[in-house]
């Protein structure tokens, strides 16, 4: 592994790897790759990887350790937001509370803090965004399971724990499985017990 001893700055592309595993990401889901880049390990804190409001996939200098199928999961997951447009949710959410602001303050304050603290983090765009990204990987990993097990890896090189919120999606991943199975054991059984084609029953 080649990797240089100077700081990595903003803006500094990811070594060739994770722009190849970008692309081929991006042709699985016929998209347009998006474009990726190194951000320093203090601005991108425990994660690996990390999605801005303009659609740019930022990845942790500490990432570059992953092994591939672990590079993959961090670029799926990351292209999940991008697909599904949370970075800019996220912006818009916040861009209305600083124009609340400027209405009325204490109003701003009141509805931006309950709705942040109570219902954005713990359970709302958060969580869900979380598992949709989630989702997006399992549909180019293969498997709801494979991306278990990479989170597992990504979690012990980036050196993070394994949180409540994580556990639970961890728990919709298996049942998400869980339900695969059922589905394809469902077409093998009143199908002519020849192989499942596999995107019959899915159905995109
Ligand atoms: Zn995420």
Known sequence: MKQSKQNTPCGVQPPQEWLDTTASI???LNIRAPSVTMAPAWFMGPNAG????????????KALKLPD?????????EIGHVTRWH?????????????????????????????ILAVLAPY???????FQADATAADVLGSPYAVIR?????????????????????ERLRAMAQAQT????????HGQGSEPSGDGAAGE
């Open 26 to 28: 991006a042709d699985q």
């Open 69 to 77: 199928d672990a590079r993959r999961y961090v670029l799926a997951h």
């Open 124 to 130: 709302g765009l958060g969580d869900r965004a979380e």
């Open 50 to 61: 990390q999605t801005l409001p303009n659609g740019r996939v930022l990845v942790n200098p």
């Open 182 to 189: 059922e589905r394809e054991q469902r077409s093998i059984s």
């Open 150 to 170: 990479a989170q597992r890896e990504v979690i012990r090189v980036m050196g993070a724990s394994v949180t409540p919120q994580r556990k639970r999606r961890w």
């Open 87 to 115: 970075g800019k949710a996220a912006f818009l959410a916040f861009a209305a509370l600083v124009l609340l602001y400027a209405v009325n303050p204490a109003l701003c304050g009141l509805v931006g803090w309950t709705y």
